[in-house]
């Protein structure tokens, strides 16, 4: 949908933080049956970045993120009124993420919660900032994807474990005078009938009746890859295809496409059919993996440090998700 502009949204700042240790495909030759030119031929992946997870995880990813983002924008955490925090991969329900992050960087009493919509986290949470400002009740809103997918992958099977790795991205983003700054267009979707294409079952009685005899242990990440690549290849193309129709826009009008980084399949097959130039389509899956929630979030930050988005042009963030969710947003920086 189209945004009603009456308060402009501005990015202040923005961050990122990866774990240290790097995972690569030589790595988990060790660990299952793959090989190096097997998975760099259907993902694109050479390494991720996995979490030690006696001393990181998605809190300590998140918090960093944000604090860096704080950093890039010359605020402080108390000059927060919200955070909102898309992941999947949260230590506990409760309390969420995002409000232990509120505590850590000194924004208390700024609410806070935690956003689930998989891949999609990031996305999703920046286009409910930006409706929020606009609304007036807010003013300035830490957004972070975050996701430590290295904690719910079942390092023994290999369909799940050569995609994922872990990440964050932040944005704070703040009131502006100029209402023509921030989302100009946005859609979110969501289809639960397709579920059983990607999940997490907790419990026995929550594996799918046709995903009985999948090996992957409980508590992990699930996946019909072939479902999953068909349904993401269709609706990555559709929610590009549609904000550009619903604004008007063409693709030479947009600096930078921020694409979630799911499959370099996916994406070269979006690029090829909508005419999108390599140079617009930023692509870091190869050393990060599939960051699901923090994927969007740590593009836009490192295209923002090599000062690839710049004032005043219009750039597009893109994703699909488990759930299944996808969503895109168009944004006057």
């Known amino acids: 949908m189209s945004i009603l502009q009456t308060i402009g949204v501005r990015i202040a700042g923005v961050g990122s933080a990866v774990p240290p240790r790097r995972l690569t495909n030589k790595d988990l030759e060790k660990l299952i049956d793959t090989s190096d030119e097997w998975i760099v031929k259907r993902t694109g992946i050479h390494e991720r970045r996995v979490v030690d997870p006696e001393t990181e995880g998605t809190f300590t990813l998140a918090r960093d993120a944000l604090k860096e983002a704080l950093d890039n924008s010359g605020m402080k955490g108390s000059d927060l009124d919200l955070v909102i925090l898309g992941s999947v991969t949260s230590e506990m329900t409760c309390p969420s993420t995002a409000c232990r992050i509120v505590d850590a960087l000194g924004a208390v009493p700024a609410p806070a919660f935690d956003l689930v919509a998989a891949c999609s986290g990031f996305v999703y949470s920046i286009n409910i900032a930006d409706s929020l400002i606009r609304s007036g009740r807010f003013r300035c809103v830490g957004v972070i994807g975050c996701d430590a997918m290295s904690t719910m992958v079942d390092y023994s099977e290999r369909s799940v474990s050569i995609l994922f790795g872990d ?98 399949r996916i994406i070269d097959a979006a690029k090829e059919r909508l005419g999108l130039p390599d140079e617009k389509v930023y692509i870091n899956i190869d050393h990060y993996g599939n960051s699901s929630g923090g994927s969007v979030g740590l593009c836009l930050a490192q295209l923002w440090e090599a000062g690839k988005i710049k004032r005043d042009e219009y750039i597009m963030m893109v994703a699909i998700g488990g759930g299944m969710t996808w969503c895109a947003n168009i944004w006057k920086v």
Not at 177 to 194: A, H, I, N, V
């Open 167 to 264: 990440a964050a991205g932040a944005a704070v983003l703040v009131a502006d005078e100029d209402p023509t700054l921030g989302c100009l267009y946005q859609s979110m979707y969501s289809d639960g009938g397709l579920w059983k294409s990607l999940y997490a079952p907790r419990r026995p009685q929550e594996v799918h009746e046709s995903d009985k005899d999948n090996p992957i242990r409980l508590n992990n990440l699930r996946m019909n890859g072939r479902e999953v690549y068909k349904f993401a290849v269709v609706k990555f193309q559709d929610v590009i295809r549609e904000a550009l129709e619903e604004t008007g826009l063409t693709v030479d009008d947009i600096s930078q496409f921020v694409v979630h980084q799911s499959n370099t």
